[in-house]
């Protein structure tokens, strides 16, 4: 992908479908239950999206990964709707889709098509079922992809221990389609 692919390039879009489920999960990790009623993993995701298709031509491959980049996005947004929520009180939060009204609508037909789609469901029941420790782990080596020695600092563990319980998060899950698939992304 290369920045004259201009903001809505066929191949972004691509880039993002692909990473959309483990973007919703993520959405869903990160966002807990008691505060969905007001903030919508959906419309975050749909932000997300809109927002990397806007700024595509901020996306340098020689500077890493699409996926860490989209994430990168991810945690700005969603620190922003946090930080919107703390100033609504107990109003609901409304977010995106913001931008161009193409990007706005490319994105919100991969997020619902994701949101229905019932082998994510299916994942999506599993990872709440996780213990808080694994759900963690999912979210910063699997779906974020961070290196396991950025992992081991953020949660103030050993590299080996980390390396040990991905090992075995990944051994309980790996019969999960949509597990593997997110993995691929």
């Known amino acids: 992908m290369s920045n004259a692919d201009g903001p809505a390039s066929p191949t972004l879009v691509r880039e993002f479908e692909a990473a959309a489920p483990a973007l919703l999960a993520w959405a869903r990790l990160r966002i807990r239950p008691e505060l969905r009623v007001r903030l919508d993993p959906e419309d975050l995701v749909q932000e997300v999206g809109c927002r990397a298709l806007l700024a595509a031509a901020g996306f340098d491959p020689a500077r890493g990964g699409f996926r860490p980049w989209l994430f990168g996005i991810a945690n700005r947004v969603l620190l922003e709707a946090l930080r919107d929520l703390g100033r609504a009180g107990h109003g609901h939060v409304r977010i995106g889709p913001s931008g161009l009204h193409d990007a706005a609508a490319t994105v919100t037909s991969i997020t619902q098509a994701v949101a229905r789609d019932d082998l994510v469901r299916t994942f999506l029941a599993q990872v709440e079922r996780l213990d808080a420790d694994d759900r963690t782990l999912l979210v910063l080596r699997g779906l974020e992809q961070l290196p396991h020695p ?18 075995r998060l990944c051994d309980r899950l790996r019969s999960d389609p949509v597990f593997a698939a997110l993995g691929e992304a």
């Open 150 to 167: 950025q992992v081991a600092t953020l949660l103030g563990i050993g590299e080996d221990l980390i390396r040990k319980r991905w090992q």
